[in-house]
């Protein structure tokens, strides 16, 4: 985005939005819509002007708050390690992975609204997030890690993601958060940790949702490291 770009995102999100911090992660704090009405609303009008897409990273959705309670519980599991939070929303679980000590992380959202939240969310909590928009889906894995909460909302989606998801778990761990969503995949995934989660009626119909986090296991086919770009 232009400079100009910029500055009007970082004044859409401190006007349709308030600090808050999740209930399963109050160490960070966030720019989340405290109402769903107004900012979809107002979003609407944005996207019209701009194109961008709903305001998706304006809310703490289950499966990035249980990635993020996980290494904030864990530090040892990202210490040291290169770090995507593919789909990152507001950046939860990239900010998460920041504080218990990674030594890089990489946000990746097609949306560069929620670039600029996760860019605000990332300074407001003290840390260094390389957050960029657009589609990476096919790249070479260059990470140790690569979380994802919350990706299996749509058919379209799980089926474009998951096959490079199992391709980079030859090289990487990888993991999935979902908190039941009805295009997870019912077989290649490992189970981790489950959580009951607090939400909205709102949001999601439901004052809770039991979470599961999952490791992603390789594709079938996998005899060693795929170095391929655009694999």
């Given at each position: ?62 499966g990035g708050q249980l990635v993020a309670r996980r290494v904030l519980d864990q530090p ?101 958060a979902d908190p039941g969503r009805s295009y997870r995949p019912t077989a290649g995934l ?42």
């Open positions: 985005m232009t400079d100009a770009h910029d500055t009007a995102a970082a004044s859409f999100i401190a006007a349709h939005t308030v600090i808050e911090r999740p209930p399963l992660t109050p160490e960070i704090a966030l720019h989340l819509a405290s109402e769903i009405t107004p900012i979809w609303q107002a979003s609407e009008d944005w996207l019209a002007r701009t194109g961008m897409a709903p305001p998706f990273w304006a809310f703490a959705w289950p040892s599991l990202v210490a040291g390690k290169r770090v995507l939070d593919f789909a990152a929303g507001s950046g939860i679980a990239a900010i998460a992975c920041a504080m218990a000590g990674a030594a890089r992380v990489e946000a990746a959202e097609i949306d560069p609204l929620a670039v600029a939240a996760i860019g605000l969310n990332a300074h407001r909590n003290g840390v260094e997030i390389a957050a960029s928009s657009g589609d990476i889906v096919g790249s070479a894995c260059r990470w140790d890690l690569i979380v994802c909460g919350d990706v299996c909302y749509e058919a379209p989606m799980t089926a474009h993601i998951l096959p490079w998801l199992r391709r980079c778990a030859r090289q990487a761990e990888v993991w999935i490992e189970i981790l940790e489950h959580r009951d989660i607090a939400t909205s009626r709102e949001l999601e119909d439901s004052l809770s949702r039991h979470t599961t986090l999952f490791r992603v296991l390789p594709d079938a086919g996998a005899a060693g490291p795929d170095t391929r770009d655009g694999a």
